[in-house]
């Protein structure tokens, strides 16, 4: 199985909702990623985990809350987001850390109302 | 810092041969390359490391001039499904783990 699966495959939210995306994959990955992709534009890093500890954050405000509860799930908490938020969110995983394949998942589609 | 990608387009027919460049102003580690379609998820295609190491699977391939910071996708006879658009991805020795992506250079082949 060389899948990462996304759910909700799309999302319409309001400003005020609470949400959450999933992620998983059973590829034995220790390392999880949430990036987030507008059109047109390349995927920009929001977070990383590594072995279930957030390794990083790359500044992400924090309207967005992950959670990894455990080595094959993958979550992002999403509340009071503003309509600049709507976008792709694409979670992946690889083997390790560092240089290693991403896995993608076919991505989350979020529209803020 | 963001690598950049060049051309940011570029149109082809059936079997002809393409060139896509990264470059980067910082020292790299690796060097990273995907490929999405349109409502798709991105695709790995290749990594190459610190080392100068050229890399290839069918007809793509792919350089790492480390000491100039800059890597080069070779499609060679290209086919339709090579269409999407290609993002390079850099690892610097100083970003930990952070793999940062081109702007992404949209390819089109045609019949």
């Known amino acids: 199985d060389t899948e990462v699966t996304q759910t909700p495959k799309h999302l319409v939210m309001g400003m005020t909702n609470k949400k959450s995306l999933k992620c998983e994959q059973h590829m034995g990955h220790r390392a999880m990623y949430w990036y987030k992709q507008k059109a047109k534009k390349p995927p920009e890093l929001m977070f990383v985990?590594?072995?279930?500890?957030?390794?990083i954050n790359e500044s992400v405000p924090s309207r967005f809350s992950p959670e990894c509860p455990n080595s094959s799930l993958l979550n992002l908490h999403l509340h009071a987001l503003q309509p600049e938020d709507s976008a792709l969110y694409l979670c992946?995983?690889?083997?390790?850390?560092?240089?290693?394949?991403?896995?993608f998942g076919e991505g989350s589609r979020l529209t803020v109302l | 810092q963001q690598p950049v990608q060049s051309p940011q387009a570029v149109i082809l027919r059936e079997g002809e041969d393409a060139v896509i460049n990264c470059s980067s102003s910082k020292a790299l580690y690796s060097v990273h390359w995907y490929r999405q379609k349109h409502g798709e998820a991105p695709v790995f295609l290749m990594i190459l490391l610190k080392g100068g190491e050229q890399k290839g699977h069918d007809k793509i391939s792919a350089s790492f001039n480390e000491k100039k910071q800059q890597s080069s996708l070779y499609l060679t006879a290209s086919q339709l499904s090579y269409s999407g658009t290609y993002f390079c991805g850099t690892e610097s020795e100083t970003s930990g783990s952070r793999l940062t992506f081109g702007e992404g250079t949209q390819l089109t082949v045609n019949p």
């Open positions: 992946a995983s690889s083997q390790g850390l560092s240089t290693g394949e991403l896995f």
């Open positions: 985990y590594s072995y279930e500890k957030l390794s």
